[in-house]
């Protein structure tokens, strides 16, 4: 299964603050990789798709990037809504797989 | 709307079965490819199984080959889960999640359903 390594495992950040959480995959996936929101007690959410596509409806302070290896989830300015959960997922291979997840807490 | 509502959960003992439902709305399941998740108690996401929509190609993940079987109703435009020889490494809640096309699957899990949790204990 390809692994996927996700980090920092929890942040603190402030509201209006940048904050940035990688995802780094054993192999290639080219830009198979999706990111979900989860809040407390809630279904995740799609946020973004094929590395780099913003699902309709998400905030645009919300962005990904990366190719291959190496993959980001940028929030521009934190919001007091996106205090949650964010998973990374590689759908490259058969097995799909899920990062350890990001818990992104108030300061 | 597009809509997914998972049914079925509860308590069980070790080595006994479940079944999952997956009643979908807003759509016709069986022109996309549908795929369960888990979650164990405080836990990350596990890929568990996938059917894909017009053949019905079917895939599990290894912790789950031979014990569960995914399947649908057409006429109920449902998806179950059968789990057999259940273990206490199960205890998960389960989500079951659409794709945007039939085939191939795996590309990306939007919506998902609330979940249903499953406890395996004695």
């Known amino acids: 299964d390809i692994q996927m390594t996700q980090s920092p495992a929890s942040l603190s950040a402030s509201v209006g603050d940048r904050v940035t959480i990688t995802c780094r995959a054993s192999?290639?996936?080219?830009?198979?990789l999706n990111w979900y929101q989860q809040e407390p007690g809630e279904a995740p959410k799609l946020l973004i798709y094929?590395?780099?596509s913003l699902r309709s409806g998400v905030p645009s302070r919300f962005s990904g990037s990366g190719y291959g290896t190496d993959f980001t989830l940028t929030i521009s300015s934190l919001q007091p809504e996106d205090f949650a959960d964010y998973y990374c997922q590689q759908t490259f291979a058969i097995s799909v797989t899920f990062g350890g997840g990001t818990k992104v807490e108030i300061k | 709307e597009v809509q997914l509502l998972e049914s079925g959960g509860g308590v069980v003992q070790p080595g006994g079965s479940l079944r999952l439902s997956c009643a979908a709305s807003?759509?016709?399941?069986?022109?996309?490819?549908i795929n369960w998740v888990r979650q164990a108690p405080g836990k990350g996401l596990e890929w568990v199984s996938s059917?894909?929509?017009?053949?019905?190609?079917?895939y599990y993940a290894d912790s789950v080959k031979g014990r569960f079987t995914i399947s649908r109703d057409e006429s109920r435009n449902t998806l179950y889960l059968q789990m057999n020889s259940l273990r206490a490494e199960d205890t998960a809640v389960y989500y079951c999640a659409k794709e945007p096309y039939d085939n191939p699957p795996f590309n990306w899990f939007d919506p998902w359903g609330q979940g249903t949790l499953v406890t395996v204990s004695s």
């Open positions: 807003g759509f016709t399941l069986s022109n996309y490819a």
């Open positions: 094929g590395a780099s």
């Open positions: 059917i894909t929509g017009s053949v019905r190609n079917t």
């Open positions: 192999q290639s996936i080219r830009s198979q």
